[in-house]
Each structure stands twice: as structure tokens, then as C-alpha cells.
């Protein structure tokens, strides 16, 4: 199966200072979209807090799928 790896850096460092952030700025519950009747992305549960986010799958495993869904440029069947 094609997974995708998300990996959030929620410290960095600008200059001298590193910032650091605890709250969460994107949440994805139960997302199921279909593209051409086939399934093409299911989301359980997803936290994206402030941060550099890294989004890393194979083709077709997702990646922008999921981009447009969280830009609001793709409707689920459900989830929110």
C-alpha cells in the first residue's frame, strides 16, 4: 500500500533565537475523497502544528491529493 510520511518541525532556528510552537493550526478528521470511483485519499486523524512541515510518498500515494483538500480545492465525501 502507498503511505505518505508527514513530518512537522515545530522547532527552528532563525538566526540566533529558536522558536518553538505547541498549538495546532490544521486538523483533518475522518477524510475519505473517491476520484473516478476509486478511493484516492483517507484521512483518520491529522495535527499539523505551526512549523516546516514535510510531505513524502511515493507518486500517486496521495500528496497533492491531500494539498488540495486541506486548500479547500477538492471536496471530501465527509470529514471535516
Do not use: Q
Not at 512541515?53 to 500515494?61: E, F
Amino acid at each position: 500500500s502507498r503511505r505518505i510520511e508527514i513530518e512537522n518541525r515545530s522547532h527552528w532556528r532563525y538566526g540566533t533565537s529558536i522558536a518553538t510552537t505547541t498549538a495546532t493550526s490544521i486538523s483533518i478528521r475522518s477524510v475519505d475523497l473517491a476520484r473516478g470511483g476509486r478511493p484516492a485519499l483517507h484521512v483518520d486523524a491529522l495535527d499539523l502544528a505551526p512549523g516546516v512541515t514535510a510531505l513524502v510518498g511515493p507518486n500517486g500515494s496521495g500528496k497533492s491529493t491531500l494539498l488540495h483538500v486541506i486548500a479547500g480545492l477538492l471536496d471530501p465525501a465527509g470529514g471535516t
